[in-house]
C-alpha cells in the first residue's frame, strides 16, 4: 500500500513563526502536492514538485515555500505564520497508472492552528 | 483556467440511488476523476474517466459527457458509511490537479 505521512495532525503557531510541515511518501513518487483545505473552497494547491530540487507555483503560493531535497521529502514552510494560514494542510504524492490517469494519494492532513 | 462545479450538499437514504453532478471549464481535457474524503480523513481515490460513457467499481459508477462538459457520480445502494464529502477533479497540466469544492452527502437511516 501506498503511504504518505505527514509530522504532525495538530500543531498550534504563533504569528509570526516559521512553521515547518513534513510529508514523506515510500512509493517512489516522482510528483508531490501540497494542498490546504478550507471549508467551502475544496482543495487548493499551494506548490508542488515533479522532482529532486524542483518546485512549481500552485494556485496560492503566496507566503508559502517548499524544499524537495529527496525524492521522498516535500516540506511545506510558512517563513512567517499569520492567522489566515489556519487551516487543513494536506500533502499528496502520485504516480500515473496504465490507462494515463494521475492517481494522488493522500497523507492523514496536519490542522495548523495559527494564534 | 479551469473550475468545477458540483452542489455543496445532497442527502439521500440508505438503500437509495444518488447521483453527484459535475460540470467543469477547462482549457484542455483529459479526464474526470473522483475522490471520496471522510470527516478528518484523507481524500482517497474513487474513479477516472477519460471516454465518455460509464465506469462502474461495484457500487459506485462515473459519467463522463465530454461534449457537455459533464459528470457524475452515481451512489447506488446507500450505505451509512457512504457518508462523506466528494470530490471531482481534472488535470491542469503538469501532472497536477483542479479539485471542485466538494459536495457533502449525508446518508440517514
Not at chain 1, 504518505?4 to 513563526?17: D, F, P
Not at chain 1, 516522482?30 to 494556485?59: A, C, H, T
Not at chain 1, 529527496?70 to 490507462?99: G, H, P, V, W
Request: net charge negative.
Amino acid at each position: 500500500d501506498v503511504k504518505v505521512t505527514q509530522s504532525s495532525r495538530y500543531l498550534v503557531k504563533r504569528t509570526g513563526e516559521k512553521v515547518f510541515l513534513e510529508c514523506v511518501q515510500d512509493m517512489d513518487h516522482e510528483n508531490m502536492f501540497w494542498y490546504r483545505q478550507d471549508p467551502g473552497l475544496g482543495l487548493r494547491l499551494i506548490y508542488f514538485s515533479y522532482d529532486v530540487k524542483m518546485k512549481e507555483k500552485g494556485d496560492i503560493p503566496e507566503g508559502y515555500s517548499v524544499s524537495r531535497e529527496k525524492k521522498e521529502r516535500f516540506s511545506l514552510i510558512l517563513e512567517s505564520a499569520s492567522t489566515n494560514q489556519t487551516s487543513m494542510y494536506l500533502c499528496a504524492s502520485s504516480s500515473q497508472s496504465d490507462r494515463g490517469e494521475e492517481t494522488q494519494y493522500f497523507g492523514p492532513g496536519t490542522r495548523l492552528l495559527v494564534l | 483556467g479551469q473550475s468545477l462545479e458540483q452542489p455543496s450538499e445532497v442527502t439521500a437514504v440508505e438503500g437509495a440511488i444518488v447521483q453527484i453532478n459535475c460540470t467543469y471549464q477547462t482549457s484542455g481535457f483529459y479526464g474526470l476523476s473522483w475522490y471520496q474524503q471522510h470527516d478528518g480523513g484523507a481524500p482517497t481515490f474513487l474513479s477516472y474517466n477519460a471516454l465518455d460513457g460509464l465506469e462502474e467499481t461495484g457500487r459506485f459508477s462515473s459519467f463522463l459527457s465530454r461534449s457537455d462538459s459533464y459528470g457524475y457520480l452515481l451512489l447506488q445502494e446507500l450505505q451509512m458509511k457512504d457518508s462523506a464529502s466528494y470530490f471531482c477533479a481534472v488535470p491542469g497540466g503538469g501532472n497536477k490537479l483542479t479539485f471542485g469544492t466538494g459536495t457533502q452527502l449525508k446518508v440517514e437511516l
